[in-house]
């Protein structure tokens, strides 16, 4: 048995939240997150929760990601699993994620000490959060931005790598001239796109593009000249290849449901800033329970991207305090 480690009983299920309106991407559109919850009971009535959002883009799916975690129910039941050898039992990604944040809010649960704490952080304070534009039209993008002007003074525009993505920077920099910009293409561009693209989304004051060309075909960015930051996200997952993205990427996108949990989360962005990479915390669209560990490895990032809940007809409840553009650290109650 695992050092001190409980035997705890678990329950798995999937919760559909309707998005506000749609949520499209260059890969498609959604109209509402699917996530799964792990539930872990101690014996002295302690309750922790985790949640995450699988993604077919990464293999994933909801009955999967389902099954995967029930699998470890007998370890967890005798005792044997922890946030430790949880690192071994499965591998970075959305199953992973829910089980290492409910094992952390247990653990914050049964020692009446906060998150952060245990993880030997400081205390975290609000942070600014982007807010995502999905791709429309250039007029509907800009109308968004417009509506927002003055609260959210950071934009993340999703791009479609259609031709039009030049005329939507440019309508919404003309509806939001005092916003910050950066951009998400998720791998919808071509090297055509990249050699003339950036430059002129410089001009329009953008300071960062999000994964610009496939996974696997991103070696081109070593060697290509850029006049704003590039950053990595459907590239980068966990702690492994992180040296080589750093010769081709400024920035890397943190994602519990990429990396598997808030444990490798906080190595991963210790060592992305000892190589000298900036870092963003970003988030897949899913509920307040998802952005709650999120937010305490947002301290101090470059960039952070916790909208997730901002864009739902409906969170938990409770949910996490958002106040324009500010988004405070949890209480307990919602997680840690």
Known sequence: MTENAPSLALAVESTAFPIRGSFRIARG????????TATLRADDGSIGRGECVPYARYGESVEGVMAAI????????????????????????????????????????????????????????????AFTLSIDTPQAMAEAARALAGTRPLLKLKLAGDGADLARVAAVRAAAPAARLIVDANEGWSLDDLAHLPRQFADLGVEMIEQPLPAGQDAALADIDHPLLIGADESAHGLEGLEELAHRYDVINIKLDKTGGLTEALMLKARAEVLGLRTMIGCMVASSLSMAPALLLAQGADYVDLDGPLLLARDREPGLRYEGALAYPPISAVWG
């Open 70 to 129: 029930q699998a470890l129910a007998p370890a967890l039941a005798s005792g044997r699993l922890d946030r430790g050898t949880l690192q071994q039992a499965l591998p970075p990604g959305a199953a992973r994620n829910a089980l290492d944040c409910a094992l952390w809010d247990l653990a914050a649960k049964r020692t009446a000490q906060p998150a952060w704490r245990l993880a030997g952080l400081a205390e975290p304070l609000p942070v600014t959060t």
């Open 29 to 36: 559109a959604k109209t509402e997150a699917r996530v799964v």
